[in-house]
């Protein structure tokens, strides 16, 4: 059982920037890919990123790509999203998620309660 918490959501200005933090319980959080997802209202969840087991390999949604930087720590049992030049579009709830496995469509079985980014333009 994993535990997951989110932080670091907020209002910011178009061009802002935010890093989102998001906690994880337990011994095990090396044995998990991490994912974070965003949903607006009235959209569907959508994929931001994901980073694999120890780090070394990152990949993101069409959307983010070079605006948003996905890192962990896994001596903090912590995933970060660094959310560079927002624009209003990426208001939404960010989720973070964790899963054994790593790669493009996979099923997370662990998901945050979610943290609120807002960008005002």
């Known amino acids: 059982q994993v535990q997951l918490v989110e932080s670091g959501g907020g209002l910011v200005q178009a061009g802002g920037s935010l890093r989102l933090s998001c906690a994880a319980s337990?011994?095990?959080?090396?044995?998990?890919?991490m994912g974070w997802f965003r949903q607006a209202p009235g959209k569907e969840r959508e994929f931001v990123a994901a980073?694999?087991?120890?780090?070394?390999?990152?990949f993101y949604g069409d959307s983010v790509k070079g605006r948003f930087t996905i890192s962990r720590d896994n001596f903090k049992n912590t995933v970060y999203l660094q959310l560079n030049s927002l624009k209003p579009e990426d208001t939404a709830v960010y989720y973070c998620?964790?899963?054994?496995?790593?790669?493009?469509?996979?099923?997370?079985?662990?998901w945050g309660q979610g943290t609120q980014v807002t960008v005002s333009s």
């Open positions: 998620a964790a899963s054994p496995h790593y790669g493009p469509g996979i099923a997370y079985d662990y």
């Open positions: 980073i694999s087991w120890g780090g070394g390999s990152t």
């Open positions: 337990g011994r095990t959080f090396s044995s998990y890919a």
